[in-house]
């Protein structure tokens, strides 16, 4: 597949690139920084600005997919939406945050008073993401949250999958950026979510 990914030199961004190139897609590396990209096989680097909506599509249209893995604050969510559809790219998926995840019904984790204060601003931006594409009509969206606790570690391919509610274990809430990447491309690949919001973890 010939697949757009926007931030692919941030931390969860350079996993799925790893991970997308490992399974033979053409990838686009979108980045403000291009010399940063990782000569991989299968992947173009091209600088590209999250504000700009026009320029943005521009380099989007033609791909069959596109991914974005980038922070909320550091970009808008409506001009990322509004790049994907100018560019006529049918489907899009999202790198998102675990604070809109229930941990009860009803209630979400960025809503409890022991989530970590410097967090609360990034995720309520992601959940306002959600939201917008929950009222999205014409794309087929999917937006993956990840664990709590979301760090670098390994490839295990080991995981569950779950929908609206924060998975935890005997160790806590937690992925690997690399094992979100495997469970982002089996996504991409052979699509169970569509116009869905899912979530992985241990």
Do not use: C
């Amino acid at each position: 597949m010939r697949i757009a990914l926007i931030g692919a030199t941030g931390n969860a961004g350079s996993r799925i690139l790893a991970e997308l190139s490992r399974r033979g897609h053409a990838v686009t590396a979108i980045s403000r920084n291009p010399a940063k990209t990782p000569a991989l096989p299968g992947v173009t680097a091209r600088q590209g600005d999250v504000f700009d909506q026009a320029g943005l599509a521009a380099i989007l249209a033609g791909h069959d997919a596109v991914i974005s893995a980038v922070h909320f604050l550091a970009s808008d969510a409506k001009t990322l939406i509004g790049a994907v559809k100018t560019s006529g790219v049918p489907r899009y998926l999202v790198v998102g945050g675990a604070g809109s995840l229930e941990v009860a019904p009803g209630k979400r984790l960025v809503d409890q008073p022991d989530f970590p204060p410097q967090y609360h601003a990034e995720a309520s931006a992601g959940a306002a993401f959600l939201d917008l594409l929950r009222a999205e009509t014409e794309l087929d969206w999917t937006f993956l949250s990840p664990s709590a606790l979301f760090t670098p570690g390994e490839r295990t391919g080991k995981f569950r999958l779950g929908t609206d509610q924060l998975l935890v274990n005997e160790k806590g809430s937690g992925i690997s950026f690399e094992d979100y990447a495997i469970a982002l491309a089996d996504e991409l690949e052979k699509p169970a979510h569509s116009r869905q919001r899912f979530t992985v973890g241990y």
